[in-house]
T-cell receptor, first 117, second 113 residues
């Protein structure tokens, strides 16, 4: 089946630095990728939707200058948390779809635990 | 405003019995519903789904029921096994061009041996 690889699985960074999280579709071309954030014991909150070769669409309340999303190829999307602060500490998960049509499923990465100290 | 709600944060069931997890939604434009299982520090794993034009879908021990008039769906697991212990999320697919998923807050299922 479809596999999405997310890296790193966990990262600790200092306040003010930037962190990049990668999401790769290993055996299919992902025209659409989604980035989620999960707070402890909470739901997965959609942050943004990215389509290959175009700008990401951010959900209301998500700062696009802080959470930079790049979907430069059909197999790779990256999320960069810029000037990270402790409140950015969270579990980030990506998801990929092979196409926009009705029958295309959603494959999730294994997530990235970000801790900002 | 939460469009997908799972009102029970936790559920404990004895091994071999039925587990019933519930989910309510408010947006009538959702056209597809999915259930995911998730362990801590891992991504969600797809379990079963149902189209809005159906009222039941079954896959092995898992059955999902959809009541469109009540905007309610449920996941039945029979028989429940200790390995089923995890957080279960229901998700609803929107009708927008990207077909984003909206997730409920999850229910922690514990199956007791």
């Amino acid at each position: 089946g479809a596999v999405v690889s997310q890296h790193p699985s966990r990262v600790i960074c200092k306040s003010g630095t930037s962190v990049k999280i990668e999401c790769r579709s290993l055996d299919f071309q992902a025209t659409t990728m989604f980035w989620y954030r999960q707070f402890p014991k909470k739901s997965l909150m959609l942050m943004a939707t990215s389509n290959e070769g175009s700008k990401a669409t951010y959900e209301q309340g998500v700062e696009k200058d802080k959470f930079l999303i790049n979907h430069a190829s059909l197999t790779l999307s990256t999320l960069t948390v810029t000037s990270a602060h402790p409140e950015d500490s969270s579990f980030y998960i990506c998801s990929a779809r092979e196409g926009p049509g009705y029958n295309y499923g959603y494959t999730f990465g294994s997530g990235t635990r970000l801790t900002v100290v | 405003d939460q469009q997908v709600k799972q009102n029970s944060p936790s559920l404990s069931v004895q091994e071999g019995r039925i587990s019933i997890l519930n989910c309510d939604y408010t947006n009538s434009m959702f056209d597809y519903f999915l259930w995911y299982k998730k362990y801590p520090a891992e991504g969600p794993t797809f379990l079963i789904s149902i189209s809005s034009i159906k009222d039941k879908n079954e896959d092995g021990r898992f059955t999902v029921f959809l009541n469109k008039s009540a905007k309610h769906l449920s996941l039945h697991i029979v028989p429940s096994q200790p390995g089923d212990s995890a957080v279960y999320f229901c998700a609803a697919r929107g009708s927008g061009s990207a077909r984003q998923l909206t997730f409920g807050s999850g229910t922690q299922l514990t199956v007791l041996p």
